[in-house]
């Protein structure tokens, strides 16, 4: 998505908190830039609304105004502006990954370590992280586990979106985006269109509100099939456009908001989104590890945004529909909290294993199991049911506690073809013997139970402690050909998550803190395959850090330490997804972010995480591939790669801004260069087989809001350095395959509030 990194950073505030995505807005004092001025800032940190200075958990804030500027767009664009965040995909599944924490495991049941939360509402799919961001209040990364508050699948953090809520007063905002890619290096010209709204008011005065917003976009494709115009005439009108890396995507969210009394509010949410594209669906075999490389009639890419298949034609499709309701009541004593919430989604993926166009390899598939495709479908539902009691100051005390229920079932149904036996060669969409069909279903029913105090033990000592207790049942069935379900397992797990930190006020605005935490990842099954279940992943925390927020500028630091246990690691083996745990792993780091206002125009902001140590302790029998091209393709390998660096995880990720602010002739102008920069790390495996080069891309935006009205305009870049760096990965017998970020792109935004 875009990358425009328009204030990136402004403020990236580090104070550690779980964020519960309910209830108020997040106000703060901000300069003629959009940037904070150093003022407070509230969240619903601790699942309150607290200052964030105030929070000792280390939690990354950007307003909707901020992210926009940002041109954060969709929700992997927030590693734009978040140190030590990192999202990398396979596929349709997003997979965020948080100060070296994250997973490789796919499929039904397979949650991300990094919880997504949407108005209160748990994200419970990989896929359901392709998420677009038109309507947006704020967006609060915290990071480390928040196992208390959070529970399950928050070993590594948590992501908290908050979008815009009704207003009794009339209020709308409506913004047009052209781009243009200049087709520069390996990547071609392309046009890229967005457009995205929203609409709130009043419909009974001080009873009823409601609001509308909307978004959508639209890029015809920056990438190439290289294949199409090899072909025959005939041939080449199945494929259709030789453009790839195209997208097309819709956004709709609807709110109603009932105060029936004082201190009774009702909000009732109802969401729609359709996203389609061939991204990371199609892909580059790098440095030309393809079983179709084997072949001497094989085509495929060699550079970036250059691809080729044989069939069938990549697709990514996502489905995401659901509602929502949330009620909040005032008892006196605090604030008690129903969220009920039910979500719908499918998910379609169109996968050439080997990312290549071989009519010789296609004919050894039945025994090589190289050159195949993969075709799935996964439907998914969940159910959550969330009570909170929000306690008000008790002398020196104050609590949250609550409870909750989750209930998914979610399929993944798996079609390996080949495409011999007669087939026309190079004739997209058509599946010639199935080498499997098979359908693994899991049914996953989870409980919490929590509470977490905070007690002053004096006027600047404070101490937190809280736990939670988790439970959760899995059940796994699996078909093959369409045969009738088979249970294969029924396995269950339980948790206790604590959290003890101490926070020490050196003043208002300044303090130190420590804090001791734990988290809890599910158990997974395996997929289109029986076998046993995997244990949980399970992680400790050690965390000191030091924050302070002043008129004119802001300092966070801090320094964690994770002891990381049964790490989920995920292989393939033929038609097998084979998940398994690793043994244990290390973390420590350090992050600081800060803003520092030079001048009353000039500001100074950014951010850095450096990670110096995150390696697998012990992990003697990992499972991959060979960097060797072989008639049945890449060779699988076991080795011991204890020592070796975690996946996704950067030693150094940084980034940072520096905007003038002013007026011009009747208006504000605002000119922001950004940065945004990651050292080198392995995406997909502990073998070194991808390896993600450093890089740095450079952007900038000059925006113009004349006075007296609505109106504002923006021109920006995107990637000015068109720096190549991996968006999806996947490493299988058949390819190291690769998709990529966005090239350099230019253009204007236009837009209207009222």
Same mark, same amino acid.
């Given at each position: 998505?875009?990358?425009?990194? *328009?204030?990136?950073?402004?403020?990236?505030?580090?104070?550690?908190?779980?964020?519960?995505?309910?209830?108020?807005?997040?106000?703060?004092?901000?300069?003629?830039?959009?940037?904070?001025?150093?003022?407070?800032?509230?969240?619903?940190?601790?699942?309150?609304?607290?200052?964030?200075?105030?929070?000792?958990?280390?939690?990354?804030?950007?307003?909707?105004?901020?992210?926009?500027?940002?041109?954060?767009?969709?929700?992997?664009?927030?590693?734009?502006?978040?140190?030590?965040?990192?999202?990398?995909?396979?596929?349709?599944?997003?997979? /965020?990954?948080?100060?070296?924490?994250?997973?490789?495991?796919?499929?039904?049941?397979?949650?991300?370590?990094?919880?997504?939360? @949407?108005?209160?509402?748990?994200?419970?799919?990989?896929?359901?992280?392709?998420?677009?961001?038109?309507?947006?209040?704020?967006?609060?990364?915290?990071?480390?586990?928040?196992?208390?508050?959070?529970?399950?699948?928050?070993?590594?953090?948590?992501?908290?979106?908050?979008?815009?809520?009704?207003?009794?007063?009339?209020?709308?905002?409506?913004?047009?985006?052209?781009?243009?890619?200049?087709?520069?290096?390996?990547?071609?010209?392309?046009?890229?269109? *967005?457009?995205?709204?929203?609409?709130?008011?009043?419909?009974?005065?001080?009873?009823?509100?409601?609001?509308?917003?909307?978004?959508?976009?639209?890029?015809?494709?920056?990438?190439?099939?290289?294949?199409?115009?090899?072909?025959?005439? /005939?041939?080449?009108?199945?494929?259709?456009?030789?453009?790839?890396?195209?997208?097309?995507?819709?956004?709709?969210?609807?709110?109603?908001?009932?105060?029936?009394?004082?201190?009774?509010?009702?909000?009732?949410?109802?969401?729609?989104?359709?996203?389609?594209?061939?991204?990371?669906?199609?892909?580059?075999?790098?440095?030309?590890?393809?079983?179709?490389?084997?072949?001497?009639?094989?085509?495929?890419?060699?550079?970036? %945004?250059?691809?080729?298949?044989?069939?069938?034609?990549?697709?990514?499709? @996502?489905?995401?529909?659901?509602?929502?309701?949330?009620?909040?009541?005032?008892?006196?004593?605090?604030?008690?909290?129903?969220?009920?919430?039910?979500?719908?989604?499918?998910?379609?993926?169109?996968?050439?294993?080997?990312?290549?166009?071989?009519?010789? $390899?296609?004919?050894?598939?039945?025994?090589?199991?190289? $050159?195949?495709?993969?075709?799935?479908?996964?439907?998914?539902?969940?159910?959550?049911?969330?009570?909170?009691?929000?306690?008000?100051?008790?002398?020196?005390?104050?609590?949250?506690?609550?409870?909750?229920?989750?209930?998914?079932?979610?399929?993944?149904?798996?079609?390996?073809?080949?495409?011999?036996?007669?087939?026309?060669?190079?004739?997209?969409?058509?599946?010639?013997?199935?080498?499997?069909?098979?359908?693994?279903?899991?049914?996953?029913?989870?409980?919490?139970?929590?509470?977490?105090?905070?007690?002053?033990?004096?006027?600047?000592?404070?101490?937190?402690?809280?736990?939670?207790?988790?439970?959760?049942?899995?059940?796994?069935?699996?078909?093959?050909?369409?045969?009738?379900?088979?249970?294969?397992?029924?396995?269950?797990?339980?948790?206790?998550?604590?959290?003890?930190?101490?926070?020490?006020?050196?003043?208002?605005?300044?303090?130190?803190?420590?804090?001791?935490?734990?988290?809890?990842?599910?158990? @997974?099954?395996?997929?289109?395959? /029986?076998?046993? /279940?995997?244990?949980?992943?399970?992680?400790?925390?050690?965390?000191?850090?030091?924050?302070?927020?002043?008129?004119?500028?802001?300092?966070?630091?801090?320094?964690?330490?994770?002891?990381?246990?049964?790490?989920?690691?995920?292989?393939?083996?033929?038609?097998?997804?084979?998940?398994?745990?690793?043994?244990?792993?290390?973390?420590?780091?350090?992050?600081?972010?800060?803003? %520092?206002?030079?001048?009353?125009?000039?500001?100074?902001?950014?951010?850095?995480?450096?990670?110096?140590?995150?390696?697998?302790?012990?992990?003697?029998?990992?499972?991959?591939?060979?960097?060797?091209?072989?008639?049945?393709?890449?060779?699988?390998?076991?080795?011991?790669?204890?020592?070796?660096?975690?996946?996704?995880?950067?030693?150094?990720?940084?980034?940072?801004?520096?905007?003038?602010?002013?007026?011009?002739?009747?208006?504000?102008?605002?000119?922001?260069?950004?940065?945004?920069?990651?050292?080198?790390?392995?995406?997909?495996?502990? %073998?070194?087989?991808?390896?993600?080069?450093?890089?740095?891309?450079?952007?900038?935006?000059?925006?113009?809001?004349?006075?007296?009205?609505?109106?504002?305009?923006?021109?920006?870049?995107?990637?000015?350095?068109?720096?190549?760096?991996?968006?999806?990965?996947?490493?299988?017998?058949?390819?190291?395959?690769?998709?990529?970020?966005?090239?350099?792109?230019?253009?204007?935004?236009?837009?209207?509030?009222?």
């Amino acid at each position: 998505m875009h990358l425009r990194l *328009g204030s990136v950073a402004l403020v990236l505030l580090s104070s550690s908190a779980s964020v519960w995505a309910q209830g108020a807005d997040a106000p703060a004092s901000r300069g003629p830039d959009g940037s904070y001025d150093g003022s407070e800032i509230i969240v619903q940190a601790q699942r309150r609304s607290e200052r964030l200075q105030d929070v000792p958990i280390s939690v990354t804030v950007q307003t909707g105004a901020q992210l926009e500027r940002a041109g954060v767009d969709n929700l992997r664009d927030l590693a734009t502006v978040t140190p030590g965040l990192t999202f990398q995909a396979q596929g349709n599944f997003v997979q /965020p990954a948080l100060r070296g924490v994250t997973t490789l495991v796919t499929g039904p049941g397979s949650d991300n370590p990094i919880s997504l939360y @949407i108005d209160g509402v748990y994200e419970g799919t990989q896929a359901g992280a392709s998420i677009d961001l038109p309507d947006v209040e704020r967006v609060e990364v915290a990071k480390g586990p928040q196992g208390t508050l959070f529970g399950r699948n928050s070993t590594g953090g948590a992501i908290q979106i908050f979008t815009r809520a009704p207003s009794f007063t009339t209020t709308g905002s409506i913004s047009a985006t052209a781009g243009y890619y200049d087709g520069s290096g390996p990547s071609r010209s392309s046009y890229d269109l *967005g457009l995205k709204g929203f609409l709130s008011g009043p419909i009974v005065p001080d009873k009823v509100a409601a609001s509308l917003s909307f978004g959508y976009r639209n890029v015809d494709g920056y990438s190439t099939n290289i294949v199409q115009k090899l072909l025959p005439a /005939p041939i080449q009108k199945a494929y259709g456009s030789d453009r790839m890396d195209w997208l097309k995507s819709l956004s709709l969210r609807g709110k109603l908001l009932f105060t029936p009394s004082d201190g009774v509010s009702i909000l009732l949410t109802g969401y729609y989104m359709h996203r389609k594209t061939d991204h990371g669906s199609a892909g580059l075999p790098v440095d030309g590890l393809t079983a179709g490389a084997f072949y001497p009639d094989a085509v495929y890419g060699r550079r970036p %945004f250059q691809y080729a298949y044989d069939a069938p034609d990549p697709l990514t499709e @996502i489905k995401n529909y659901g509602g929502a309701a949330k009620i909040d009541i005032d008892t006196g004593a605090g604030t008690l909290t129903s969220t009920t919430s039910y979500t719908r989604s499918r998910h379609r993926e169109q996968v050439d294993v080997d990312a290549s166009y071989s009519p010789q $390899c296609l004919a050894a598939a039945p025994t090589t199991f190289a $050159c195949i495709a993969f075709e799935d479908t996964q439907p998914n539902n969940n159910f959550l049911q969330d009570f909170l009691f929000t306690s008000e100051q008790i002398g020196r005390l104050k609590f949250v506690a609550g409870g909750n229920y989750f209930h998914s079932n979610g399929d993944l149904s798996g079609v390996i073809s080949d495409f011999s036996g007669g087939a026309q060669p190079g004739a997209p969409g058509v599946v010639y013997g199935p080498l499997l069909i098979a359908t693994t279903r899991v049914k996953t029913r989870a409980y919490g139970i929590f509470a977490q105090a905070d007690y002053n033990l004096t006027d600047q000592l404070t101490l937190t402690a809280g736990l939670r207790y988790s439970y959760e049942k899995k059940k796994g069935y699996i078909t093959f050909f369409g045969a009738p379900f088979t249970n294969f397992a029924n396995p269950s797990w339980d948790s206790f998550t604590p959290r003890v930190g101490l926070r020490y006020a050196i003043d208002r605005s300044s303090n130190v803190y420590a804090t001791f935490s734990k988290g809890f990842k599910s158990g @997974i099954l395996p997929i289109l395959t /029986p076998g046993a /279940p995997v244990n949980p992943e399970k992680i400790t925390a050690y965390e000191v850090g030091y924050k302070t927020a002043r008129p004119g500028y802001s300092l966070n630091l801090a320094a964690y330490l994770y002891d990381y246990k049964d790490l989920q690691i995920q292989s393939f083996t033929g038609t097998t997804i084979i998940p398994t745990n690793a043994a244990s792993a290390r973390i420590y780091g350090f992050e600081f972010d800060g803003t %520092f206002r030079i001048t009353p125009e000039l500001t100074l902001a950014g951010g850095a995480s450096w990670m110096p140590k995150a390696d697998f302790r012990r992990f003697p029998n990992a499972a991959g591939y060979q960097p060797v091209i072989t008639a049945g393709g890449l060779p699988p390998v076991v080795a011991d790669v204890s020592g070796h660096r975690l996946v996704r995880a950067p030693k150094l990720s940084a980034v940072g801004s520096l905007t003038y602010a002013t007026r011009m002739g009747d208006g504000e102008l605002s000119i922001t260069p950004s940065i945004h920069y990651s050292s080198s790390f392995m995406p997909y495996d502990a %073998f070194n087989l991808l390896v993600q080069h450093s890089y740095a891309k450079v952007a900038a935006e000059i925006a113009y809001k004349p006075n007296g009205g609505g109106l504002r305009y923006s021109v920006w870049a995107h990637n000015l350095t068109n720096s190549k760096s991996f968006s999806s990965t996947t490493i299988s017998a058949g390819a190291a395959r690769a998709s990529y970020e966005e090239p350099r792109e230019f253009g204007i935004t236009v837009g209207y509030d009222f």
